[in-house]
């Protein structure tokens, strides 16, 4: 029989306990990273340094790890050449994917180098707390993005409008409904027993608060099970199906499968093809700096518990 992916409705104690321990080790990266990450820190140092800590801590990475700078709301991950480093003053999000078993905790911080933003960070932490806080089963998705968006407004800041929380799903990070972080329509509910990330984005008030797709991608995952014609794609597609199921992975991880110069082309093939999906990395639409803050919550019946 083949085990179920994607939402899971009922979790039963054995469910809860891998949710628990993916959270543990989610929570205790992202602190380690909070501590560590200096400006001047070759970038693919540091999504080397959390990937590896998750897997010496009984843990799988569940997506690349992000290290997304400034404008950069969300979804830069290392190419296996970056030479890019941690800027002097700049604002960095480092979000964090854990899975034990496919059961994913998804969690981030965002890392202030220059206190004339450490506003901006403050009140993305404040708007999370308050979310995880108005959770409970029967909310509205509605009220809850209204919540936020008040929380964040009042504070002098605005919401990106078109980034939200989710649903999180076996071997599926964006599974099922959406946490928006505005006020939005909607007539879904929050639910007993399923498990949320929950993350709002924040910039300053006079950016647009929207993210737009940059022409670049680092982070892919799976889209079709479909066998290519060429035999160097189906191998290649096989070894990311094996490896990595229907999680977003990096091109960094496809070292084990051989050197660049053999997989180059199986690659492109599968991205043209379309058997692979890409993320684009997402930037905030008029160069506003970006905040995040990102906890994964179970809904139990007085409210959210948090598992990261
Ligand atoms: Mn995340
Ligand atoms: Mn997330």
């Excluded at 205790?28 to 540091?46: A, F, H, L, Y």
């Excluded at 700096?289 to 990102?294: R, T």
């Amino acid at each position: 029989m083949r085990e179920p992916v994607g939402v899971v409705v009922m979790l039963s104690a054995e469910v809860m306990e891998k949710y628990r321990r993916a959270g543990e080790i989610a929570a205790k990266v992202r602190e380690e990273m909070r501590r560590t990450v200096r400006e001047g820190m070759p970038i693919i140092e540091v999504c080397e340094r959390a990937e590896s800590l998750i897997v010496s801590l009984g843990g799988k990475p569940a997506f690349p790890c992000n290290v997304s700078i400034n404008d950069v709301a969300a979804h830069y991950t290392s190419p296996p050449d970056d030479e890019g480093e941690i800027p002097e003053n700049s604002v960095v999000k480092i979000d964090i994917g854990v899975h034990i078993d496919g059961y994913i905790a998804d969690t981030a911080a965002t890392i202030c180098f220059d206190p004339n933003h450490e506003r901006l960070v403050e009140v993305s932490e404040g708007a999370l707390k308050m979310a995880v806080k108005i959770i409970r089963p029967g909310l509205s998705i509605a009220r809850f993005g209204l919540e936020v968006q008040r929380f964040i407004k009042s504070r002098g800041f605005k919401p990106i409008s078109n980034l939200t929380g989710h649903q999180v799903g076996r071997y599926l990070i964006h599974a099922g409904k959406v946490l928006p972080n505005v006020s939005q329509m909607s007539i879904s509910k929050i639910r007993l027993g399923e498990v949320y990330a929950v993350e709002p984005f924040v910039t300053y008030p006079e950016a647009a608060g929207i993210v737009k797709n940059s022409p670049e991608a680092f982070i892919f995952r799976l889209a079709k099970r479909k066998s290519p014609k060429e035999a160097e794609s189906r191998r290649l597609l096989k070894f990311i199906e094996s490896n990595f199921r229907t999680l977003p992975f990096a091109e960094r991880w496809l070292r084990n499968y051989g050197s660049r110069s053999e997989y180059r082309r199986a690659f492109s093939d599968l991205i043209s093809g379309r058997y692979l999906m890409s993320y684009p990395v997402f930037v905030e639409a008029s160069g506003g700096l970006v905040a995040q803050s990102e906890h994964t919550v179970v809904v139990e019946k007085d409210g959210a518990s948090l598992l990261t």
